[in-house]
């Protein structure tokens, strides 16, 4: 009797023990699942025009972000929010995929 309850509480921790590190997995894989991701959103969108020539790269933010936005990657690295209705953000935007190297 004795021996099996100790069977029955290494069994319950056992299963603990599973449940927790299977829980902690996926909020890791939740937090990396992205590289633009709910942390690289826009709050705020850049009015003023960028230069073709000063931009690097673009994305666009995560869908789980509150506001559509396009993230640009200037040559200094710094990094722009900009509004994707705008149609110098859409130019810009042909401009960068069409003179990519």
């Known amino acids: 009797m004795l ?3 100790r069977m029955k509480n ?4 056992v299963a603990c023990m599973l449940l927790i ?5 996926v909020l890791v894989q939740a937090n990396s699942a992205d590289s633009v991701g709910p942390a690289e959103c826009c709050f705020e ?3 003023a025009r960028l230069p073709k020539a000063g931009v690097k790269t673009f994305q666009r933010t995560h869908l789980h972000c ?3 936005g ?6 200094n690295n710094a990094k722009i929010c900009a509004d994707p209705a705008q149609t110098w953000v859409q ?4 401009h960068v995929e069409t003179n990519r190297p």
Do not use: H, K, N, W
């Open 3 to 5: 021996m099996a309850m």
């Open 10 to 13: 290494v069994a319950v921790t």
């Open 21 to 25: 590190f299977s829980s902690l997995d």
């Open 45 to 47: 969108y850049r009015t």
């Open 66 to 68: 509150a506001r559509d």
């Open 70 to 75: 396009v993230v640009f990657t200037m040559r």
């Open 91 to 94: 130019g810009l935007i042909t």
